[in-house]
């Protein structure tokens, strides 16, 4: 028998079955390995064989794809509040399956220290979570094979090497000695779930098949050239290749391209096809997400092969020293999104439906970028294919993260094992014109730096010699960054290149820090404890009391600090609505968490504002996170239940690409801008009014303006008016005669408003008067709507139900205009037995109390 070692990730082709770890390209013909497994736990070291076992050991049934976590919870043997410590123990799966004669064993990933056996006899030994194997094998019929997962920590122990750093962050520090997820081993913020067992599929080939497609693998890609498209197409047949075929690409509109296959060696077809002035893949927040699908025949047999696009990302050169900007397809473009943890951190499950989830979220909250960071896991196939559908730019770091890989370069340490695994992911997302950054890992150079470590070891040569070369020769069409954060005197300055920037948020820095700084760009941002909902808070007994153990388990921490992320949101509400947030937090428990919704999305409003404003230096940001863990007040920015907080229902307002915003400019009163990233010209309107008492107008201007495709203009208030007046309230000539500026940019055609900027001299939770919330409630053709209306300026409006979500929520509404809302029931999630009825309260932070409504 024989082994071979692949990578963790191939490319997928829509409706074939999910093979993310494993050879590169798109299995065409592989078949999931039989049978049903079950698993057992034993202590760390117990069994040397199967053949050591206790027969009467209680074997569980187990899922696999899946992890040793996923098979507790499907046993109802998992307690989410205190996960049981998986790397101490091992953990054996077993299953029996029928098969004869001379076969193929693929291990599409494995984590991470298994033995594999099979009939009793050791076939396969292996430590790396990221790469899949491929062991020949003979099968006598009835087989039985054992997969045993060995007890990391006690593998960790034997384990011994200089460092010139360890993080503090992750813990046991000495998991730099083996390719793993960092995933559960992060305590602060990651639950302490540990990655155990066949994570992604097991497979049985038979390379002496009748059919000429089994096991077959397609590598696709596709490349701009001048002003055609190419797109190139590779079949490897672990037999002999037939001696041609043909391919085609199809467009979304049905045109065909068609090319020829013809054999470059024994085991591969390869051909190419040019599309003349193809239509280019934007983000969705720029254009289109052009594809074409790519089918080939071989033998008179149709095989779908996958999808690409074109598009072409570079930096912009044109920028002054130390910026980071991208372009695409020549135009520029400002990156915003959010980073994610984990699709599934119980099973690491790559579905479709696990994928999709997060990623419409992400798209319907305006972003148009993604981060996969450092400290958590590749994805499988199916989170590619829908960004590329979605129109989702992806930021994809490589797993190495904070540690010192000092000794990993060529002809050290791991850098075979790290070479397999970054050069074959790298063809097996060949494909996916959605990824447009590449980066070595995560915080390397920071925790060097920050450990006081000299500058001559800051940078590292897996990140500027050994990745950077693979990525220059297998993906030429995307940018790379040595490691996340990178750039300027200290690697993590906000002025230069790449930061995560914290100023405003962890390091308690005024909201004016947001330009102080002279932020580039941030890969990590914004990082606040975010309150969820009610209905979340109610479903998970987390609604009083505020302080309990139990609340502050979900609220993240940097290991070792004598902080948390809520006294970072606590630090906002006192400074900026000046409140006393531990009284208010007893003696008005509601009204404590409807300001700390409240204050992130301000916050939040701020800071893009200023960064997507004309003229700032700022090319991008990204929020850590996207989601939360585990239920409770975490960084994300979406709920554990997929709830959107309030600070995704306030960037999504504020990452339009028809956008207007206000910047306070001191002296110089407000600066209105506007922004459009489409593809076509837009005539606009603009509307200026400033209100006293939340509800008089006391000076109102209207603007037109023609914005350009992909322009953007900027308008001073002080110009729209033929008098002076104190917007900003800078100046202080007397009493302050106005309380609220709202800045709408309308269609110019049929006055639709498209996006509204708000600006308040005084942010005091308690500066305006109450609203004066009006509601109604109506069903029309089955579907429920809720009108929302207001006497006065209403702040941060949002809508709490027992049972439905509002499609818009947390906005500001002006006075005497209304916004009529569709209530969406959450069918199929926690509470979605109770009557199909909706039943709520409307909340605003300047109404006295909420109003009720029930249908």
Same mark, same amino acid.
């Given at each position: 028998?024989?082994?071979?070692?692949?990578?963790?990730?191939?490319?997928?082709?829509?409706?074939?079955?999910?093979?993310?770890?494993?050879?590169?390209?798109?299995?065409?013909?592989?078949?999931?390995?039989?049978?049903?497994?079950?698993?057992?736990?034993?202590?760390?070291?117990?069994?040397?064989?199967?053949?050591?076992?206790?027969?009467?050991?209680?074997?569980?049934?187990?899922?696999?794809?899946?992890?040793?976590?996923?098979?507790?919870?499907?046993?109802?043997?998992?307690?989410?509040?205190?996960?049981?410590?998986?790397?101490?123990?091992?953990?054996?799966?077993?299953?029996?399956?029928?098969?004869?004669?001379?076969?193929?064993?693929?291990?599409?990933?494995?984590?991470?220290?298994?033995?594999?056996?099979?009939?009793?006899?050791?076939?396969?030994?292996?430590?790396?979570?990221?790469?899949?194997?491929?062991?020949?094998?003979?099968?006598?019929?009835?087989?039985?094979?054992?997969?045993?997962?060995?007890?990391?920590?006690?593998?960790?122990?034997?384990?011994?090497?200089?460092?010139?750093?360890?993080?503090?962050?992750?813990?046991?520090?000495?998991?730099?000695?083996?390719?793993?997820?960092?995933?559960?081993?992060?305590?602060?913020?990651?639950?302490?779930?540990?990655?155990?067992?066949?994570?992604?599929?097991?497979?049985?080939?038979?390379?002496?098949?009748?059919?000429?497609?089994?096991?077959?693998?397609?590598?696709?890609?596709?490349?701009?050239?001048?002003?055609?498209?190419?797109?190139?197409?590779?079949?490897?047949?672990?037999?002999?290749?037939?001696?041609?075929?043909?391919?085609?690409?199809?467009?979304?509109?049905?045109?065909?391209?068609?090319?020829?296959?013809?054999?470059?060696?024994?085991?591969?077809?390869?051909?190419?096809?040019?599309?003349?002035?193809?239509?280019?893949?934007?983000?969705?927040?720029?254009?289109?997400?052009?594809?074409?699908?790519?089918?080939?025949?071989?033998?008179?047999?149709?095989?779908?092969?996958?999808?690409?696009?074109?598009?072409?990302?570079?930096?912009?050169?044109?920028?002054?020293?130390?910026?980071?900007?991208?372009?695409?397809?020549?135009?520029?473009?400002?990156?915003?999104?959010?980073?994610?943890?984990?699709?599934?951190?119980?099973?690491?499950?790559?579905?479709?439906?696990?994928?999709?989830?997060?990623?419409?979220?992400?798209?319907?909250?305006?972003?148009?970028?993604?981060?996969?960071?450092?400290?958590?896991?590749?994805?499988?196939?199916?989170?590619?294919?829908?960004?590329?559908?979605?129109?989702?730019?992806?930021?994809?770091?490589?797993?190495?993260?904070?540690?010192?890989?000092?000794?990993?370069?060529?002809?050290?340490?791991?850098?075979?094992?790290?070479?397999?695994?970054?050069?074959?992911?790298?063809?097996?997302?060949?494909?996916?014109?959605?990824?447009?950054?590449?980066?070595?890992?995560?915080?390397?150079?920071?925790?060097?730096?920050?450990?006081?470590?000299?500058?001559?070891?800051?940078?590292?040569?897996?990140?500027?010699?050994?990745?950077?070369?693979?990525?220059?020769?297998?993906?030429?069409?995307?940018?790379? @960054? &040595?490691? $996340?954060?990178? =750039? *300027?005197?200290?690697?993590?300055?906000? #002025?230069?290149?790449?930061?995560?920037?914290? !100023?405003?948020?962890?390091?308690?820095?005024?909201?004016?820090?947001?330009?102080?700084?002279?932020?580039?760009?941030?890969?990590?941002?914004?990082?606040?404890?975010?309150?969820?909902?009610?209905?979340?808070?109610?479903?998970?007994?987390?609604?009083?009391?505020?302080?309990?153990?139990?609340?502050?388990?979900?609220?993240?921490?940097?290991?070792?600090?004598?902080?948390?992320?809520?006294?970072?949101?606590?630090?906002?509400?006192?400074?900026?609505?000046?409140?006393?947030?531990?009284?208010?937090?007893?003696?008005?428990?509601?009204?404590?968490?409807?300001?700390?919704?409240?204050?992130?999305?301000?916050?939040?409003?701020?800071?893009?504002?200023?960064?997507?404003? @004309? &003229?700032? $230096?700022?090319? =991008? *940001?990204?929020?850590?996170?996207?989601? #939360?863990?585990?239920?409770?007040?975490?960084? !994300?920015?979406?709920?554990?239940?997929?709830?959107?907080?309030?600070?995704?229902?306030?960037?999504?307002?504020?990452?339009?690409?028809?956008?207007?915003?206000?910047?306070?400019?001191?002296?110089?009163?407000?600066?209105?801008?506007?922004?459009?990233?489409?593809?076509?010209?837009?005539?606009?309107?603009?509307?200026?009014?400033?209100?006293?008492?939340?509800?008089?107008?006391?000076?109102?201007?209207?603007?037109?303006?023609?914005?350009?495709?992909?322009?953007?203009?900027?308008?001073?208030?002080?110009?729209?008016?033929?008098?002076?007046?104190?917007?900003?309230?800078?100046?202080?000539?007397?009493?302050?005669?106005?309380?609220?500026?709202?800045?709408?940019?309308?269609?110019?055609? $049929?006055?639709?408003?498209?996006?509204?900027?708000?600006?308040?001299?005084?942010?005091?939770?308690?500066?305006?008067?109450?609203?004066?919330?009006?509601?109604?409630?109506?069903?029309?053709?089955?579907?429920?709507?809720?009108?929302?209306?207001?006497?006065?300026?209403?702040?941060?409006?949002?809508?709490?139900?027992?049972?439905?979500?509002?499609?818009?929520?947390?906005?500001?509404?002006?006075?005497?205009?209304?916004?009529?809302?569709?209530?969406?029931?959450?069918?199929?999630?926690?509470?979605?037995?109770?009557?199909?009825?909706?039943?709520?309260?409307?909340?605003?932070?300047?109404?006295?109390?909420?109003?009720?409504?029930?249908?």
């Amino acid at each position: 028998m024989k082994s071979q070692t692949y990578p963790d990730t191939s490319i997928l082709a829509s409706g074939q079955q999910a093979l993310p770890g494993g050879r590169p390209g798109v299995a065409i013909g592989s078949t999931a390995l039989g049978g049903e497994w079950t698993w057992v736990q034993t202590p760390a070291g117990a069994a040397e064989s199967p053949a050591a076992l206790d027969p009467a050991a209680g074997w569980l049934p187990a899922p696999v794809p899946g992890t040793v976590a996923s098979a507790l919870r499907a046993a109802g043997r998992w307690d989410d509040a205190m996960p049981p410590p998986l790397h101490q123990y091992d953990h054996w799966y077993r299953v029996n399956f029928a098969g004869r004669g001379r076969r193929v064993l693929r291990f599409n990933g494995l984590a991470t220290v298994v033995e594999a056996w099979l009939n009793g006899k050791l076939v396969l030994s292996a430590r790396h979570m990221f790469v899949a194997h491929e062991v020949e094998v003979d099968l006598d019929g009835d087989n039985l094979m054992h997969l045993c997962f060995r007890a990391l920590h006690p593998w960790l122990r034997k384990q011994r090497g200089p460092v010139r750093w360890k993080p503090r962050m992750i813990v046991p520090p000495i998991l730099r000695a083996i390719r793993t997820t960092l995933l559960g081993h992060m305590p602060g913020w990651c639950p302490p779930v540990h990655a155990v067992g066949p994570w992604r599929p097991v497979e049985l080939l038979d390379p002496a098949s009748d059919d000429i497609l089994h096991g077959v693998r397609a590598d696709l890609w596709g490349r701009v050239q001048g002003d055609r498209g190419v797109i190139g197409l590779h079949l490897h047949f672990p037999a002999s290749a037939p001696a041609s075929g043909s391919f085609e690409a199809i467009d979304g509109e049905g045109c065909i391209y068609p090319g020829s296959l013809s054999r470059t060696d024994r085991f591969t077809l390869e051909g190419t096809v040019c599309v003349e002035r193809p239509k280019l893949w934007w983000p969705h927040t720029h254009g289109e997400p052009h594809l074409y699908r790519v089918d080939a025949t071989i033998e008179g047999r149709a095989i779908h092969c996958g999808r690409v696009g074109f598009r072409t990302i570079s930096l912009d050169c044109s920028s002054d020293a130390g910026a980071f900007a991208l372009r695409i397809n020549g135009e520029p473009l400002f990156c915003r999104g959010a980073c994610i943890s984990s699709n599934d951190l119980h099973g690491l499950a790559d579905t479709d439906e696990a994928s999709r989830h997060w990623l419409e979220l992400a798209r319907r909250g305006g972003m148009n970028m993604v981060r996969i960071s450092g400290v958590t896991c590749y994805p499988g196939a199916a989170f590619y294919r829908i960004c590329d559908e979605l129109g989702l730019l992806v930021w994809h770091d490589f797993m190495f993260a904070n540690f010192d890989y000092g000794s990993i370069g060529p002809g050290l340490g791991l850098t075979e094992d790290i070479t397999r695994e970054v050069g074959d992911w790298l063809s097996a997302t060949l494909t996916h014109p959605s990824i447009a950054v590449l980066c070595g890992g995560s915080e390397a150079e920071q925790q060097a730096a920050m450990m006081g470590v000299s500058r001559s070891d800051w940078k590292q040569p897996l990140f500027d010699e050994l990745i950077r070369g693979l990525v220059a020769a297998k993906r030429p069409d995307v940018v790379y @960054v &040595g490691n $996340s954060p990178t =750039g *300027g005197a200290w690697p993590f300055q906000p #002025d230069t290149g790449v930061s995560h920037y914290y !100023g405003v948020g962890a390091y308690q820095r005024p909201l004016a820090d947001a330009r102080l700084a002279q932020v580039r760009f941030a890969s990590e941002c914004l990082a606040f404890a975010n309150v969820p909902c009610e209905r979340t808070l109610a479903e998970h007994g987390l609604s009083q009391p505020l302080h309990s153990p139990r609340w502050k388990a979900t609220i993240p921490r940097d290991a070792g600090a004598p902080w948390d992320f809520e006294d970072v949101r606590e630090y906002y509400l006192r400074t900026l609505y000046e409140v006393d947030p531990p009284r208010l937090r007893y003696e008005q428990p509601q009204r404590y968490l409807v300001l700390s919704r409240a204050v992130v999305a301000e916050v939040m409003t701020e800071v893009f504002s200023e960064w997507r404003r @004309v &003229g700032s $230096s700022c090319a =991008g *940001g990204l929020i850590w996170q996207l989601q #939360d863990l585990v239920p409770g007040a975490g960084w !994300g920015i979406v709920d554990a239940c997929g709830r959107p907080k309030s600070a995704w229902h306030a960037l999504r307002q504020v990452w339009q690409p028809l956008q207007v915003l206000i910047t306070d400019e001191g002296l110089n009163g407000l600066h209105v801008h506007a922004i459009n990233e489409t593809p076509q010209p837009h005539a606009l309107s603009l509307t200026l009014r400033c209100l006293r008492d939340g509800e008089t107008v006391v000076a109102e201007a209207r603007h037109s303006l023609l914005l350009p495709a992909r322009g953007a203009a900027r308008i001073e208030a002080a110009a729209l008016l033929d008098r002076f007046f104190d917007f900003t309230y800078a100046y202080r000539f007397g009493p302050p005669t106005h309380d609220v500026v709202v800045v709408t940019l309308h269609a110019a055609d $049929s006055g639709e408003p498209l996006s509204q900027a708000v600006y308040l001299p005084d942010r005091r939770a308690a500066a305006l008067k109450p609203p004066g919330l009006r509601a109604r409630l109506e069903q029309v053709d089955g579907d429920w709507w809720l009108t929302v209306s207001a006497q006065r300026f209403a702040r941060w409006v949002h809508i709490d139900d027992h049972a439905f979500q509002a499609t818009d929520n947390w906005f500001h509404l002006a006075p005497g205009s209304s916004r009529r809302l569709r209530l969406v029931h959450e069918a199929g999630k926690a509470g979605a037995h109770a009557p199909a009825i909706p039943s709520g309260e409307i909340h605003a932070v300047n109404a006295e109390h909420p109003l009720g409504y029930d249908g």
